[in-house]
């Protein structure tokens, strides 16, 4: 089976957006903040010549007008008091990463801001990992607050031009405390899509993606198993209070997610469900910092598993820098595709890697 490059994308310039403080979020210490084929670009110039593809999900019938522009990033929350979250079925990728004390984090991504419901959250703080990840897609970025190693990640790359974000510590008409759950205000922070969309739209914000991204991943035309061992369920563990199973459907052909053996599913009752499982053993250490803040080591690379349509296969991962793309590829370094759909990312820290079961 041939197989192509996937590749989140790497760094270009684009217009500055920084956005600061809104005085009702807090730090992390609780205080206020101040195979079938591929399509690659090379090939077509970035278009399906079979007709436009989505490029976050490889799905066809992707609308024109929005090839060229920038996908958006969203830190959401996960700790139980945010459960459950909104809109958390509707991302075209969600990647999730482990913060401190061993709780998980959330960066939802969009191809387009249009795709954006009207409700999600809560948002949250981001973590300079995270910010590396929305690099490498040349997405803007939506946060409120950060470690104090995101913001130096962030200022450095909005000061040269490289990245835009929106930071919810700033008081504007898209985010809003919801009023219908009984805990503490930072559980609560939404983000409304449609004035984001109007807020974009009347500061004319600058989406216009640098070409570089226009194809972030390859995909195949339609689905085909992966090289690997049968694959219906499989386990992976964050830490002892993170544990996911994913479940396949053969009549949806998507993995069904559960958490701590709940079933996942967001504050409408819809069940979380993906085409793509991928895992990335990632290796993590302390930042040295009385928060316990985490450093994921990218530079180091590392394995996973790549997960669909029944089957596993076992995948390398590469990340040179900030802004570099993140390439995935077979165990023996041949390029990978992925099939057509959404897809969950799973950062788990290598020494958890003995935790994971497939079966």
């Known amino acids: 089976m041939l197989k192509r490059t996937v590749a989140l994308g790497t760094a270009a310039a684009v217009a500055l957006l920084s956005i600061t403080a809104l005085s009702s979020c807090k730090k992390d210490d609780g205080t206020p903040e101040t195979t079938g084929s591929a399509v690659t670009e090379a090939e077509t110039g970035g278009v399906n010549t079979a007709g436009i593809t989505d490029p976050l999900t490889g799905m066809s019938g992707y609308d024109e007008k929005y090839v060229g522009r920038k996908p958006v990033a969203i830190v959401v929350e996960n700790s139980p008091a945010a459960r459950p979250q909104w809109g958390m079925s509707t991302p075209d990728i969600l990647a999730e990463y482990e913060v401190e004390g061993g709780i998980t984090r959330m960066l939802w991504l969009y191809s387009n801001i249009d795709k954006v419901p009207d409700k999600v959250g809560p948002v949250r703080s981001a973590r300079h990992y995270a910010v590396e990840l929305a690099l490498g897609l040349d997405a803007l970025f939506v946060h409120c607050g950060g470690s104090d190693f995101a913001y130096s990640t962030i ?39 449609n004035g984001l969309r109007d807020w974009v739209t009347s500061k004319s914000v600058n989406m216009t993606l640098n070409d570089a991204y226009k194809t972030p991943f390859t995909f195949n035309a339609s689905t085909v198993a992966p090289n690997g061992k049968d694959c219906t369920d499989a386990k992976i563990s964050f830490s002892a209070s993170y544990n996911y199973e994913f479940k396949y459907d053969a009549s949806t052909g998507k993995y069904n997610c559960f958490l701590n053996s709940n079933a996942r599913k967001d504050d409408s009752g819809t069940q979380c469900a993906y085409n793509n499982v991928i895992v990335m053993y ?65 950062l788990v820290r290598s020494t958890q890697q003995s935790a994971t079961s497939i079966g």
């Not at 700033?170 to 939404?190: A, W």
């Not at 803040?293 to 394995?303: K, M, W």
């Not at 997960?307 to 370094?333: F, P, V, Y």
């Open 282 to 346: 990632v290796d993590m250490e302390s930042m040295g910092t009385a928060a316990g803040h985490q450093n994921v080591r990218f530079e180091n690379g590392g394995s996973g598993l790549y997960i669909s349509a029944g089957k596993c296969e076992e995948i390398k991962w590469t990340k040179t820098s900030d802004t570099d793309m993140i390439r995935l590829t077979g165990a023996d370094g041949s390029a990978l595709t992925l099939n057509p759909g959404n897809s969950y990312l799973g």
């Open 155 to 193: 200022n450095s790359h909005v000061n040269n031009g490289t990245m835009s974000e929106i930071d919810g510590m700033k008081s504007q008409p898209f985010f809003e405390r919801d009023q219908t759950r009984n805990v503490s205000s930072e559980h609560r922070l939404v983000l409304r899509g």
